[in-house]
């Protein structure tokens, strides 16, 4: 965008928010409309916003479930309940950990985790989407 190749750009906003701070702040670039899982920015078309029915909806959701889940830790799924509560409860003070935290922003990066029971809930939710929803974003996303 800055030698004037390509006129926009489609990126996490972390990305964006690292190595160009200032873009947005000085409106160097303008932000179209946001995707993602939830919005984040204020005064900015959230995609899910502009869906016309609840097909429309679902689909979005499927697409943009990815970005809901950010940087996952995995374990195996045969992780006994005791370990899988340790590693949990240890993750979610790591991320109230006010060094952690302090850390994290003075790198320019939001601090928005998510908890293991909410990242369980969005799993759940992309797996009981409908299949032919399912199909419709797969035929739309695969290579012709």
């Known amino acids: ?46 995609i899910l916003d502009r869906a016309r029915n609840e097909k429309e909806r679902l689909a979005i959701r499927l697409l943009s479930a990815g970005q809901g889940f950010g940087r996952p830790f995995l374990a195996p799924p045969d992780l006994p309940a005791d370990g899988l509560a340790m590693l949990r409860a240890a993750f979610d003070a790591t991320m109230k950990d006010a060094a952690f935290a302090e850390d994290v922003r003075r790198q320019g990066f939001e601090l928005d985790p998510k908890s293991g029971q909410e990242l369980a809930a969005l799993a759940e939710s992309i797996y009981a989407t409908p299949k032919a929803i399912v199909d419709k974003v797969a035929k739309l996303i695969s290579p012709q």
């Open 1 to 46: 965008m800055e030698r004037g190749e390509v006129d926009g750009n489609c990126e996490s906003l972390d990305s964006i928010v690292s190595r160009r701070p200032d873009w947005i702040a000085s409106g160097k670039a303008i932000v179209l409309f946001e995707g993602g899982a939830e919005p984040h920015l204020k005064d900015v078309p959230f």
